[in-house]
């Protein structure tokens, strides 16, 4: 047996999101997201699942933030419910919305518990979307709009704050894949509705500087890592595409001020090509404080021609999949920070999520989710390599604190440290829960 030792003030850290644990839709003076339109759309989630209820967080915070002390967790990444503050996106305030994420970052900060908070965890008001949503540059004076009064409402409680969680998300899964919320299927319409996000980071990072707000502001993209399959030209040409599909796009321009030529060139191969307005690249690499890096997953990439976007195919090498199908590839991470500092300098990082599903229940009231302790174990061993290879590491944030909503997937899907039984809403700590609080209480993983 060895021992890692971790940094004295490394951030150990779990993550939800608003529209995943909440519920209460329709309370309180909340507006409609799209996401609550979406998940009332016939055939658009598994078993017809919605957030409707969820995990009811918004009743029963208090019980999750005594659990989350129980954890021994720093930090805990959250998301504000833009619809709860600004219920048609923009205009009247909802006091009660505001009280509500008083309430609730009081209890975290009572308990010893730093609120890290992302403004944008995709429930966008309905009321937006109807004029256009991302897709029109005037939701980026919206969401300054509701920016800003977050950053005064809450200055001096929340010091961490991320504009956009996974962009790619946002864009390619919402607006070209078109899974998740609002389902389009527009290659155009995507690369637009990225660019806006990053013009709306950009003008934020700004403000929140002009403010002169006390505390720290990133982002959080999703990365993926992808292996040639051979040192075949055009394999090595296949896993370039495909990375830069997840990464460089959303990379390049916060830190370079520009797309990804190869990219650019690509996409307009496929009749796309983004709409840059004078002005917009230099707001977007207006400086971050972090970099909040969502990893889960990776694989091999070779080239063939024609097939999906990329003339690139994965390749399944036999990797060992969760229970939602996706590779474990644990050395992915590695590569991926190592890359990223590499490219784009020590910028200081925080994993804002890794996890890992799986659908274990309770079996005489005990969950023994031995494979996510392994998952877990395997990233964060990955996590130590990056730190003795210089990569600038603050934190570990896991996904997810509690099973949740997974969007399209619904309640099928589990990442909780602590499983919630849907029909009763119980709590129960999975020996996942256990392992981590070990991990977090001594700083020290035995492997
Ligand atoms: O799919 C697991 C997670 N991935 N990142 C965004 C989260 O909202 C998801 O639940």
């Given at each position: 047996m060895?021992?890692?030792?971790?940094?004295?003030?490394?951030?150990?850290?779990?993550a939800?999101?608003?529209?995943?644990i909440?519920?209460?839709?329709?309370?309180?003076?909340?507006?409609l997201?799209i996401?609550?339109?979406?998940?009332h759309?016939p055939?658009?989630?598994?078993?017809?699942?919605?957030?409707?209820?969820?995990?009811?967080?918004y009743?029963r915070?208090?019980?999750?933030?005594?659990?989350?002390k129980?954890?021994?967790?720093?930090?805990?990444r959250?998301?504000?419910?833009?619809?709860?503050?600004?219920?048609?996106?923009s205009?009247e305030?909802?006091?009660k919305?505001?009280?509500?994420?008083?309430?609730?970052?009081?209890?975290?900060?009572?308990?010893?518990i730093?609120?890290?908070?992302?403004?944008?965890?995709?429930?966008?008001?309905?009321?937006?979307?109807?004029?256009?949503?991302?897709?029109?540059?005037?939701?980026?004076?919206?969401?300054?709009?509701?920016?800003?009064?977050m950053?005064?409402?809450?200055?001096?409680?929340?010091?961490?704050?991320?504009?956009?969680?996974?962009?790619?998300?946002?864009?390619?899964?919402?607006?070209?894949?078109?899974?998740?919320?609002p389902?389009?299927?527009?290659?155009?319409?995507?690369?637009?509705?990225?660019?806006?996000?990053?013009?709306?980071?950009?003008?934020t990072?700004?403000?929140?500087?002009?403010?002169?707000?006390?505390?720290?502001?990133?982002?959080?993209?999703?990365?993926?890592?992808?292996?040639?399959?051979?040192?075949?030209?055009?394999?090595?040409e296949?896993?370039?595409?495909?990375?830069?599909w997840?990464?460089?796009?959303?990379?390049d321009?916060?830190?370079?001020?520009s797309?990804?030529?190869?990219?650019?060139?690509?996409?307009?191969?496929?009749g796309a090509?983004?709409?840059?307005?004078?002005?917009?690249?230099?707001?977007?690499?207006?400086?971050?404080?972090?970099?909040?890096?969502n990893?889960?997953?990776?694989?091999?990439?070779?080239?063939?021609?024609?097939?999906?976007?990329?003339?690139?195919?994965?390749?399944?090498?036999?990797?060992?999949?969760?229970?939602?199908?996706?590779?474990?590839?644990?050395?992915?991470?590695?590569?991926?920070?190592?890359?990223l500092?590499?490219?784009?300098?020590?910028?200081?990082?925080?994993?804002?999520?890794?996890?890992?599903?799986y659908?274990d229940?309770?079996?005489?009231?005990?969950?023994?989710?031995?494979k996510?302790?392994?998952?877990?174990?395997?990233?964060?061993i990955?996590?130590?390599?990056c730190?003795?290879?210089?990569?600038?590491?603050?934190?570990?944030?896991?996904?997810?604190?509690?099973?949740?909503?997974?969007?399209?997937?619904?309640?099928?899907?589990?990442?909780?440290?602590?499983?919630?039984?849907?029909?009763?809403?119980?709590?129960?700590?999975?020996?996942?829960?256990?392992?981590?609080?070990?991990?977090?209480?001594?700083?020290?993983?035995d492997?």
């Amino acid at each position: 047996m060895s021992v890692i030792q971790f940094p004295k003030d490394f951030v150990w850290g779990a993550a939800t999101a608003s529209y995943q644990i909440e519920g209460a839709w329709n309370e309180d003076g909340k507006g409609l997201s799209i996401w609550d339109v979406f998940s009332h759309t016939p055939g658009k989630v598994v078993n017809g699942d919605n957030g409707d209820i969820a995990c009811d967080s918004y009743h029963r915070y208090e019980e999750d933030i005594a659990l989350m002390k129980e954890l021994g967790i720093k930090a805990y990444r959250f998301s504000i419910a833009w619809p709860r503050i600004y219920p048609q996106g923009s205009g009247e305030v909802n006091p009660k919305g505001l009280e509500y994420y008083h309430r609730f970052v009081d209890k975290l900060i009572e308990n010893g518990i730093e609120p890290y908070c992302t403004l944008y965890h995709w429930d966008l008001p309905q009321a937006l979307q109807e004029k256009g949503g991302w897709n029109n540059r005037e939701t980026i004076d919206a969401y300054l709009q509701y920016a800003e009064t977050m950053f005064k409402e809450f200055q001096g409680k929340i010091k961490y704050w991320i504009t956009f969680n996974e962009p790619w998300c946002v864009s390619m899964l919402s607006n070209y894949i078109g899974a998740h919320a609002p389902g389009n299927q527009d290659l155009q319409l995507a690369l637009d509705v990225a660019h806006h996000l990053f013009v709306a980071h950009g003008k934020t990072v700004r403000m929140f500087r002009e403010l002169g707000i006390e505390g720290q502001i990133g982002i959080a993209p999703n990365l993926y890592w992808y292996e040639p399959y051979s040192n075949r030209k055009e394999d090595v040409e296949a896993a370039r595409r495909k990375r830069a599909w997840y990464n460089e796009w959303f990379l390049d321009p916060l830190f370079k001020g520009s797309y990804p030529q190869f990219m650019v060139d690509w996409y307009k191969k496929k009749g796309a090509e983004v709409n840059i307005q004078p002005g917009d690249m230099e707001i977007i690499k207006e400086p971050i404080d972090f970099l909040g890096i969502n990893y889960y997953s990776g694989s091999l990439a070779r080239y063939k021609e024609n097939f999906e976007d990329f003339d690139c195919e994965e390749i399944d090498e036999g990797y060992e999949k969760t229970d939602i199908g996706w590779n474990i590839y644990p050395e992915g991470l590695y590569k991926t920070l190592t890359w990223l500092t590499e490219t784009y300098g020590p910028v200081p990082i925080y994993i804002t999520e890794n996890g890992a599903c799986y659908n274990d229940g309770p079996v005489d009231g005990r969950v023994r989710d031995q494979k996510r302790i392994d998952y877990l174990q395997k990233h964060i061993i990955q996590l130590n390599r990056c730190i003795q290879s210089g990569v600038n590491l603050k934190g570990y944030i896991t996904w997810s604190f509690m099973d949740n909503f997974e969007w399209a997937e619904g309640y099928s899907k589990r990442f909780g440290l602590v499983h919630v039984d849907y029909n009763t809403l119980k709590r129960t700590p999975k020996d996942s829960f256990y392992w981590y609080r070990h991990l977090v209480r001594t700083n020290w993983l035995d492997i």
